[in-house]
């Protein structure tokens, strides 16, 4: 009996998600209707339960099936409604708080389904035990993992802070397996893994998400660059962050900017429950310090209300790439037996007004496909300073800048085996590297890479050779081939896959790329963002900007109106 009860509060909250739907997306029907709906669901949902226990032809796991019926309900209404089990409880204190109980350490797994360390955190027990990226996991406490999956393996590698753990390992070069016991702890992922100086008096922050420690961690970086660089100006960079909890944002917001600002408003289908201002509040740490704000097509949520609110503030110039388009507000509510919900309740609005939410998901309920807002619906509000800004699905940059490109070979690189193990090569043959601004390869490196994919026979998707054999097609079908047959096979034959022409080709890019992976390894994310944000371009064009202070107070002030000409 208490099984079935299990379940049907499982379908309870099923159903009454359903009621939910039904009323905010049914205009006009009465409350009686959704309450027949509910019941009907109820009723419906629970009676095929139990025909499925007790007919169908092989036993099935009604938790499971519950877990996949309520998952595939909450898809249908967006992407970023949720449910989560008691087995999950971890993922959402990760993504509220940025810690867990484990290691300290990425995993991935391989095509021939081993997992392996991909990246020990600096500082964390992995690093300070001794593991190192690419190092092999065949046993988490004499159990095998030999063939294994990276979610059973993540679920293994974490516990209660405290809790020994035995791990047994197979390092790259060495005949014989490593067994290595430590202590798991409580891991707190810093959303600030580079603090620094750029320029001439420039401070530079990058911030990763919004866990509830990110207001802190900036707070910390920021005062600390004062302190000892005296800085000048500041870039805030939160290109490739998709954002986190409103609160802290509003914290941030609140460091450079005066006291009782409206920085953000919510708005829900219960105006009483899910609508609130938020302002800023307690003393702020600079208001007049220049502040360039880097934003990219990742950029989401809390990065784009940070961003949106400096913005719309005349407190920062936001500079970059039109950011993703997140204008949603999502809550976490209580299951039974420990389940949570993380529900879209609201949308949200910046200061002049706008909200910049991309995707529209009503169609998508209804099940029809989301839509995405044109440029031609576009409205036009102002900022404090009379500004034009638009809610143009996101947010789009006082000075746009083109996003570099990455050839389709690098993309490749990344996700490869072979060149991930020659970087763990390399470090097993080098026990130190120069400092992250002075490390370079050498030819000699560059070369033995080249020969390592070469021997490995490396491949990608070329690009070109696809869209001539698209563009061969097509003059087929119009007719056009055999009139240009002879041009068509000269350029088939400049297109014949050239590794070794790529590889120097797109050497300088992929030499980044390689130096980054390397300085991860000695120095950790710290190290390599060190040495990235010196060659990153926008870093260059902010950096460009605030070392120009009349450009930059024009960026932030309204163009003047041209007077009309009254005739006698």
Avoid at 163 to 170: C, D, G, N, P, V
Avoid at 356 to 361: A, G, N, P, T, V
Wanted: aromatic share 8%; glycine share 8%; proline share 4%.
């Amino acid at each position: 009996m208490r099984y079935w009860t299990k379940t049907l509060c499982l379908l309870l909250a099923l159903a009454s998600s359903c009621s939910l739907v039904a009323q905010n997306g049914g205009k006009g029907k009465k409350a009686g209707d959704n309450k027949f709906s509910y019941i009907q669901a109820l009723d419906v949902l629970g009676s095929s339960m139990a025909l499925l226990e007790r007919n169908f032809v092989d036993s099935i796991d009604i938790k499971r099936l519950s877990q996949i019926g309520l998952t595939s309900m909450l898809e249908s209404l967006d992407p970023y409604t949720e449910y989560y089990s008691s087995e999950d409880n971890d993922k959402i204190r990760l993504l509220t708080t940025g810690e867990y109980g484990g290691i300290g350490s990425v995993i991935s797994q391989r095509p021939d389904s081993t997992i392996i360390i991909n990246d020990p955190m600096e500082g964390m027990p992995a690093a300070r035990a001794g593991l190192r990226a690419g190092d092999v996991i065949l046993e988490i406490d004499g159990k095998d993992y030999r063939k294994s999956t990276s979610e059973i393996v993540s679920a293994a590698l974490k516990g209660t802070p405290g809790s020994k753990i035995t791990l047994l390992i197979q390092r790259s070069g060495e005949s014989k397996p490593r067994r290595i016991e430590f202590r798991r702890e409580k891991i707190q992922v810093n959303p600030v893994p580079y603090y620094g100086t750029l320029g001439k008096d420039c401070g530079y922050i990058a911030l990763t998400n919004f866990p509830n420690t990110a207001a802190d961690e900036v707070k910390n970086a920021f005062l600390k660059l004062k302190e000892k660089h005296q800085i000048k100006s500041l870039i805030l960079d939160l290109r490739d962050n998709g954002g986190g909890l409103i609160d802290e944002a509003i914290k941030i917001v609140s460091f450079f900017v005066p006291a009782g600002e409206v920085v953000v408003t919510t708005k829900g289908r219960d105006t009483w429950r899910q609508s609130a201002t938020y302002r800023t509040s307690g003393k702020p740490l600079d208001t007049e310090m220049p502040i360039v704000v880097l934003i990219n097509a990742q950029s989401a949520s809390a990065s784009e209300i940070v961003s949106g609110a400096l913005q719309d503030m005349d407190r920062a110039v936001i500079m970059g790439v039109k950011s993703y388009g997140k204008g949603l507000v999502q809550t976490t509510m209580s299951l039974p037996y420990d389940g949570t919900l993380k529900l879209t309740t609201a949308k949200y609005y910046i200061p002049s007004g706008r909200c910049i939410q991309r995707i529209d998901y009503q169609s998508l309920r209804e099940g029809k496909g989301a839509t995405v807002l044109p440029d031609s619906l576009t409205k036009v509000y102002h900022t404090r300073a009379g500004r034009e800004v638009r809610d143009a699905g996101g947010i789009l940059p006082d000075v746009a800048l083109k996003a570099d490109t990455l050839p389709t070979m690098l993309i490749y690189l990344r996700y490869n085996n072979d060149a991930f193990d020659w970087v763990t090569d390399y470090t097993h043959k080098h026990k130190s590297i120069a400092a992250p601004l002075d490390f370079k390869l050498t030819d000699k490196d560059y070369a033995d890479f080249s020969q390592r994919l070469i021997d490995k026979k490396f491949d990608y998707d070329r690009q070109s050779s696809k869209e001539l054999t698209k563009l061969i097609e097509l003059a087929k079908f119009e007719g056009y081939y055999t009139k240009g047959k002879e041009a068509f096979d000269q350029l088939k034959a400049l297109l014949v896959p050239d590794l070794k022409h790529d590889l120097q080709f797109h050497r300088p890019q992929i030499e980044q790329y390689l130096t980054t992976a390397i300085l991860t390894r000695y120095y950790y994310n710290r190290g390599a963002i060190e040495r990235s944000i010196r060659e990153d371009k926008m870093a260059a064009e902010a950096i460009k900007l605030l070392e120009d202070p009349m450009r930059y107070r024009e960026l932030l002030t309204a163009p003047k109106q041209a007077k009309a000409e009254v005739k006698p």
